[in-house]
């Protein structure tokens, strides 16, 4: 029988109280980055020409929210991924914001690693209450952020941190296609999370509630017959996975409904 890597099931995950949610999510990210020993993260990659190349996600996002020299910057629900010090590196003074702290502490001895630790301020946090002043930042940025936050509290914050003319910009999983929730609860597959706890994969109509916070918005749904790269271990600048990715765009430009079934969003916003 195949066993779910959620630590309790959706439902149960939306009725819990905000500090049930942030204690729960900070144990399992920083059990997750201090599994991972500091040499691995010293030979990671963190130039924004690396991040972008082959993935038409991350592209348009930097795109939208680009160039980052002088501006103040949020990063969202940051993690261990290391984008706070690749933005500092572009030259953005970034405040890394995530609930777990022993994995913010390695987020800043990262930063130092790369001489940039000045740039980099982590700020132990969850994203409903931000704990900054009004229209404190230029840009903002979240990686599969908004899917972990109760978002009717984290968006009036989002607008509230942003400067007048900001740009924010999100990438998140979509829950609409359940062959694709089967797979990422029960099946085995590379980099796979062992356990999640308080997710909950958006809808296109969450994307449109939370976009309607703002001055300007849209989105932008990415692989529907691109996920097959995955399952057939296809690099990431494969003609093939680069035809199949096209032929989504195609698709979900000429058949806008088609979107719901996508593996993600990408959601840009400004104020």
């Known amino acids: 029988m195949l066993k779910s890597n959620r630590l309790l099931s959706k439902e149960k995950a939306r009725g819990l109280d905000l500090s049930t949610r942030v204690a729960l999510e900070a144990r399992i990210t920083d ?9 691995q993260f010293t030979r990671k990659q963190v130039d924004l020409e690396w991040f972008t190349a082959s993935r038409p996600w991350r592209q348009h996002l930097i795109n939208f929210l680009g160039p980052f020299e002088g501006k103040v910057m949020l990063d969202l629900a940051c ?20 609930v777990a702290p022993k994995t913010l502490a390695t987020v800043k001895r990262f930063a130092r690693f790369k001489a940039v630790g000045d740039s980099v301020q982590p700020v132990v946090a969850a994203g409903e209450y ?36 900001g740009k924010a910009a999100f990438q998140d999983p979509l829950g609409q296609n359940p062959f694709l929730e089967l797979a990422r609860d029960y099946l085995p597959y590379e980099d796979k999370h062992p356990e999640k706890g308080t997710d909950h994969p ?70």
């Open 31 to 39: 059990r997750r980055s201090q599994i991972i020993e500091f040499e």
């Open 79 to 98: 993690g261990y991924s290391m984008t706070p010090v690749m933005f500092a590196l572009a030259g953005a003074i970034v405040y890394a914001l995530d």
């Open 130 to 165: 931000l704990p900054f002043a009004t229209e404190s930042f230029d840009l903002i940025f979240g990686n599969a952020a908004l899917h972990h936050l109760q978002l009717e509290q984290a968006a009036p914050e989002i607008v509230r941190v942003l400067k007048q003319g």
């Open 202 to 271: 958006l809808r296109i109509q969450d994307v449109e509630r939370f976009n309607r916070y703002f001055t300007t918005s849209t989105y932008q749904t990415f692989h529907l017959t691109g996920m097959l790269g995955k399952p057939l271990h296809l690099p990431r600048n494969s003609p093939f996975r680069r035809r199949l990715e096209a032929f989504d765009s195609v698709l979900f430009r000429h058949i806008p409904y088609m979107q719901r079934y996508a593996r993600f969003v990408v959601t840009c916003v400004s104020k």
